[in-house]
């Protein structure tokens, strides 16, 4: 929401590329203040995890979010909408499969080992395809900004 507030309507977002930075950057900081709160209650191995899966998992969710954001901001009408609407369900989809993931593996009774054995490999593939995702995205934006001269 503060990206399509605040973001959106800056007079410096005047290239396709900057709708992932900024993006990345707010998520960034929404992860600070995340982790500190889940840090403050969880402690040193808390702080460990959520540095190695969460940062970057919020990296990779704003991704999309900004690449489908920086398409609306330069397109009108139905086309616009229908890209804030993925800006927005996109990420949401992604973060929770990451949730989910983690936390059928943390579940303490009634766990499955094989399914949290599948989930594990499961989360390896979808952090690889994040990855796949994000670096497709930026040299996308990266190639519409040269098109357009920006």
């Known amino acids: 929401m503060i990206f399509y507030w605040l973001i959106r309507k800056a007079k410096d977002f005047d290239q396709y590329y900057d709708g992932i930075l900024y993006a990345i950057f707010i998520s960034m900081g929404f992860a600070l203040v995340e982790n500190i709160l889940y840090v403050l209650q969880g402690g040193l191995s808390t702080a460990i995890l959520r540095a190695v899966l969460s940062v970057p998992g919020h990296m990779l969710f704003a991704i999309p979010m900004g690449y489908y954001l920086s398409l609306s901001k330069f397109q009108q009408g139905a086309l616009a909408t229908k890209h804030q609407w993925l800006s927005i369900l996109i990420p949401v989809a992604l973060h929770g499969t990451f949730d989910f993931i983690l936390m059928y593996a943390d579940a303490k009774k009634d766990t499955n080992a094989a399914l949290v054995i599948l989930l594990f490999l499961a989360f390896v ?26």
């Not at 395809?129 to 519409?144: D, F, P, Q, S, T």
């Open 125 to 150: 593939a979808f952090d690889i395809y994040m990855w796949r995702l994000g670096l497709r995205k930026l040299k996308a934006m990266r190639e519409r900004d040269k098109a357009s001269g920006v």
